[in-house]
């Protein structure tokens, strides 16, 4: 079972207490965005076997959304982070660098 820490409360929840929200970090388009845009932010999803940035919430808990990073092969869990923040933090980064040599948040951004 996947089990994260909420980042606003320090409860470790497992994933029945959580709601997976899709792909953390994506750019959000609004009113006056072209069609081509909108359509890739509806539809246009990473879904890579290995690290992954994700959004939660924390529904039966402080009800606040946060980011976790984990590898979707393993359930390995880097980090979890406010949603409010437009990267990870530099921890999590070099976490996820020492268990996946090569890996590059370049490739994400």
């Not at 409360?9 to 953390?24: I, K, M, R």
């Not at 808990?61 to 982070?81: D, N, P």
Request: charged share 20%; aromatic share 12%.
């Amino acid at each position: 079972m996947l089990t994260l820490n909420c980042p606003y409360c320090g409860v470790n929840a497992d994933e029945t207490d959580l709601h997976g929200e899709g792909e953390a970090h994506l750019k959000r388009h609004g009113p006056g965005s072209s069609d081509d845009e909108f359509h890739d932010y509806l539809f246009q999803r990473q879904n890579p076997k290995g690290v992954h940035f994700e959004r939660w919430r924390h529904i039966y808990g402080c009800g606040k959304f946060f980011h976790a990073a984990r590898c979707t092969a393993t359930l390995q869990v880097f980090g979890t982070y406010s949603a409010q923040t437009l990267e990870p933090p530099q921890a999590i980064k070099d976490t996820i660098t020492a268990a996946r040599p090569g890996w590059s948040w370049g490739d994400f951004s």
